[in-house]
């Protein structure tokens, strides 16, 4: 089964740590990627620019309106994502955790809609 | 006669659903992996019962029977549904490669029942529907019976019971005992909810009475199935504690309702047989090393449990274990607590010195039990004035009518006494 892990990181946290620091994290990054393509659990995933080049796009009454960002006033923004093929929910959260922004910010797992196709 | 024997195999269909019934349906939702096409298949078994035993006889393992007419009436639904729509035709087509082979073996049986316990205590699923589902699946209560005992309405209780199941099949939360190294945090979860179900029927959060019997009792019966199936030390410990504090039932209120303090309650009210069988696992949890706040909380309700009467409670020891608790267990409720042993041993003053500093850090401003202990203390320290204004703050934040009583009658004796 599909699930998305959505990554909120705080991106004022992550833009004040020493370059080493960010270094690391990266570096950790790359790490747990290698291990999911290994494993047979990545699908997919993407890190997103920062969140003030978001734009939201509203259709209401047939007319479009669009806003700058989704909720800036909020503490953590979806920072990226990885697209992972799990056995169930529990295999999934344990991909999850391994995420290293889980340990800074938090992930969000969702399942996937799988439509019927005849 | 034949009516006789009718009614005797009525009686006993009613005896295997009261005795078996959970443990098949823990079952068939391992078979069918689905909680409704499960509850479903498990009514039509025991329709089936009640109509095939009568005529070819009692099968010599009723369980085996149930689970096998249930699976087998599933399937059969689901073939019959086939015909019309195409989900599940996969379904049935999944059937009838890999179930039909199936042994029942009692490891498999027990070990379903543990299945069914930790995924509706999944911590994926909010808390009020992990009660809500423990009670409703593996308790067997009906959706009206929760829903009475927490105070909501029905079609609330169902709606949130309705959104679990569909989160753990849409989620594919996995029918499983967890594997050994998650099993700490996930049996953490599991006894947080059969200490919740404890808590709210021992003492009824909201509403005009002090305890609510049926939950204490439901929380207790799942606890010595979780010790049956998993002892480890914590949930032995949360057994112990469970009955220790249950045995002062009788004690803890007058016939007419009102609160009894612990020291002024009548021991001799107290239920023996819970004490002596509380104790003894409260010994096993503590031997064993591995134990954690509730054997340690349970050691102090042992310790109060053997003191004949209040004079003879060992407050030193009690503090000891508070100690212990709160490096457990470091919260501002266990040092509270461990406030009020100290002013036990120690006298008033010393306890009210702790309370003040807890209560100028912030954090239990609005409960009301902090306030109603601070104002025992200054009662005893003779400082009437400020301890009317703490029971007033104390009555201002109490939501339940037995405690409101008994802070309005001390407000009184201080009243005359001023």
């Known amino acids: 089964m599909r699930y998305l892990c959505l990554i909120y990181d705080e991106e004022k946290k992550l833009a004040s740590m020493p370059k080493s620091e960010s270094d690391a994290f990266m570096g950790e990054y790359f790490t747990f990627t290698d291990g999911i393509k290994k494993s047979g659990h990545h699908l997919g995933g993407e890190a997103l620019q920062p969140v003030h080049t978001a734009t939201t796009v509203r259709v209401r009454n047939g007319k479009m309106s669009t806003t700058d960002g989704p909720f800036a006033e909020t503490k953590e923004q979806l920072g990226g994502y990885y697209l992972i093929n799990a056995r169930d929910l529990n295999d999934a959260i344990q991909v999850a955790s391994r995420i290293p922004s889980a340990r800074l910010g938090s992930v969000e797992v969702r399942p996937i809609m799988e439509f019927d196709q005849q | ?418």
């Not at chain 2, 195409?86 to 059937?95: E, L």
């Not at chain 2, 082979?101 to 911590?123: K, S």
């Open chain 2, 1 to 418: 006669m034949r009516e006789d024997a009718a009614d005797q195999v009525r009686e006993l269909v009613d005896a295997v659903y009261r005795s078996d019934s959970r443990r098949v349906l823990a079952t068939l939702i391992r078979l069918l992996g689905d909680f409704d096409l499960a509850e479903e298949a498990l009514q039509d078994a025991f329709t089936a019962a009640l109509e095939g035993w009568p005529v070819d006889g009692v099968p010599a393992n009723p369980r085996a029977w149930l689970i096998s007419a249930g699976r087998f009436k599933a399937i059969d639904g689901i073939r019959r549904r086939a015909r019309f729509d195409i989900a599940s035709r996969t379904r049935a087509a999944q059937f009838d490669g890999g179930v039909a082979g199936f042994v029942e073996m009692d490891d498999a049986v027990e070990d379903d029942r543990l299945r069914l316990i930790f995924t509706c205590c999944h911590p994926a699923l909010p808390p009020d529907a992990q009660v809500a589902l423990t009670l409703r699946e593996v308790c067997g209560l009906t959706t009206e019976e929760i829903a009475r005992a927490f105070l909501t309405q029905p079609p609330t209780l169902a709606q949130r019971i309705v959104r679990a199941k569909a989160k753990i099949r849409d989620a594919r939360i996995p029918y499983e005992v967890p594997t050994r190294e998650d099993l700490p945090s996930r049996l953490d979860a599991v006894l947080q909810v059969v200490y919740l179900v404890f808590n709210e029927g021992y003492s009824a959060s909201s509403g005009t009475s002090l305890t609510r019997h049926d939950l204490s009792t439901e929380a207790i019966r799942l606890g010595r199935l979780l010790v049956e199936l998993l002892p480890e030390p914590e949930a032995v410990g949360l057994l112990a504690l469970m009955l220790l504090h249950e045995s002062r039932r009788a004690a803890r209120t007058t016939p007419a309702g009102a609160l009894v303090l612990l020291e002024e309650q009548d021991r001799s009210q107290w239920n023996r047989d819970q004490i002596v069988e509380g104790t003894a696992l409260v010994e096993r949890a503590l031997m064993s090393r591995r134990f954690g706040p509730y054997s340690l909380q349970a050691a102090i309700a042992a310790v109060h449990a053997e003191a004949p009467v209040a004079a003879a409670t060992d407050w030193a020891q009690i503090v000891g274990l508070y100690d212990v608790l709160f490096r457990a267990d470091p919260s501002p409720v266990v040092e509270l607590n461990r406030a009020v042993a100290v002013a036990m041993r120690d006298g008033p003053a010393a306890g009210l010195a702790l309370i003040d500093a807890i209560l100028a850090r912030g954090e239990l401003t609005d409960y009301h039990l902090a306030h109603s202990a601070r104002a025992d203390l200054c009662r005893r320290l003779g400082k009437q004035a400020e301890a009317a204004t703490a029971y007033r703050k104390a009555l201002d934040l109490s939501r339940q009518d037995p405690e409101r009583r008994y802070l309005e009658r001390r407000l009184r004796d201080i009243g005359t006494s001023i």
